[in-house]
């Protein structure tokens, strides 16, 4: 039984929570890091919060990634193995209309876990990176050595800087690094303001939802978070000086397909219209996750029909009465 302490930055957000109860399950000493941030429901990032600690004792210490001083305390104060890094701003579309707020959270947030982690001897930082960053120039599938300087948006390129910031800190300091590049998570604590989320919503609710090209030739990986969460357990497990690696399924789906496999496994329609793909959504995404079986020992091991089913499940059973309501102003749906 893993024993580490782990210090899980967004932990109160879809993936992150995921991750450090995934952690906290297998004896690993789980701090969680979360500033409540309003791009979607706050109430239910708390609610996640406080049933982590009641549940696996995991503490969310409520701090920005932007307090510089504040992570450099808490690095201080207490010894970490590792940092799971997830704490971001992920929204596409919204990193279009704000990009200042996209490079201070997703790039220089990610230097202030960097630096403050160096500083209190913690050498060990897996960061949540994103399939965005391989843009529209990419073949397919997509290898972690494909060019990623292209991005099509803010989002895309603050996270690619962290990824090379990584690297800085990997020569300078002998900071281990692994950036998994995510590809559009799907599953139970879905964020809202993302294409499953919203899908779920319209067949529940009747919402009108915009697709982008009638979801026709545009395909997404797909991946189910509970195989994500592995990965990053796995990548906990093995440190391996820097890296990058895909954790995607592999086997990318015609949004359209998608969509029809959510309402069949629900058994109604979502209200659909179809408006023009933006400049900055990717055609497609296409995981080559050849490195993450061969370095992490990585399977994703959900089909598109069991997720889409436990997804359909978990938004039946836990979708917290008002949360969408609560949330601020959402940009459209979002499919990466
Ligand atoms: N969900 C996906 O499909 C996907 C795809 C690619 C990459 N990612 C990456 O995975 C990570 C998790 O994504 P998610 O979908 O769970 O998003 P999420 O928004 O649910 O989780 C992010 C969490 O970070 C917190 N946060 C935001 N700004 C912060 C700040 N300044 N300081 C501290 N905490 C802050 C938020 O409150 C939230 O709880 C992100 O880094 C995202 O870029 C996700």
Redesign the pocket.
């Known amino acids: 039984m893993a024993s580490n302490q782990i210090l899980v930055?967004?932990?109160?957000?879809?993936?992150?929570s995921t991750v450090a109860e995934r952690l906290a399950a297998r004896g690993d000493r789980v701090l969680g890091?979360?500033?409540?941030?309003p791009?979607?429901s706050v109430a239910w990032?708390r609610r996640t919060a406080a049933a982590q600690r009641a549940q696996f004792g995991i503490e969310t210490l409520e701090?920005?990634?932007?307090d510089r001083d504040a992570l450099r305390r808490l690095f201080e104060s207490r010894r970490f193995d590792a940092v799971v890094h997830?704490?971001?701003?992920?929204g596409i579309r919204a990193s279009v209309a704000r990009p200042e707020r996209y490079v201070e959270?997703?790039l220089n947030?990610t230097q202030n876990v960097l630096d403050a982690a160096r500083a209190g001897g913690c050498d060990h930082v897996v960061f949540?990176?994103?399939?965005?960053v391989y843009g529209d120039a990419a073949r397919a599938p997509f290898v972690e050595d494909d060019a990623s300087d292209r991005p099509l948006q803010p989002?895309a390129a603050a996270?690619r800087g962290a990824e090379i910031l990584g690297y800085a800190y990997h020569r300078l300091y002998g900071l281990r690094f692994t950036a998994l590049?995510?590809?559009?998570?799907?599953g139970p604590r879905n964020?809202p303001d993302?294409m499953a989320y919203r899908i779920a919503e319209s067949i529940e609710r009747g919402t009108e939802i915009e697709v982008f090209d009638g979801g026709q030739g545009l395909w997404r990986d797909w991946t189910f978070v509970d195989d994500v969460a592995d990965g990053f357990v796995r990548a906990v497990d093995v440190p391996l000086g820097y890296e990058i690696i895909n954790l995607g399924r592999g086997e990318p789906i015609e949004l359209r397909a998608f969509i029809e496999g959510l309402e069949t496994v629900a058994g109604g329609r979502a209200r659909v219209r179809s408006v023009p793909k933006p400049a900055c959504d990717m055609q497609h995404t296409h995981a080559d996750i050849t490195k993450a079986r061969v370095l992490l020992g990585y399977q994703p091991r959900t089909g598109i029909r069991e997720g889409s089913a436990a997804l359909w499940r978990w938004y039946r059973d836990h979708t917290l009465e008002g949360a969408a309501s609560l949330a601020p102003a959402r940009p459209t749906l979002s499919a990466?």
Do not use: E, H, P, Q
Not at 33 to 37: I, V
Not at 86 to 90: G, I, K, R, V
Not at 128 to 132: D, G, V
């Open positions: 930055t967004g932990s109160a957000g879809f993936v992150g890091l979360d500033c409540f941030d791009y979607y990032k701090t920005d990634v932007r997830l704490a971001a701003l992920a959270v997703d947030g949540a990176s994103t399939s965005s989002y996270k590049r995510l590809f559009s998570v799907y964020r993302m990466a």
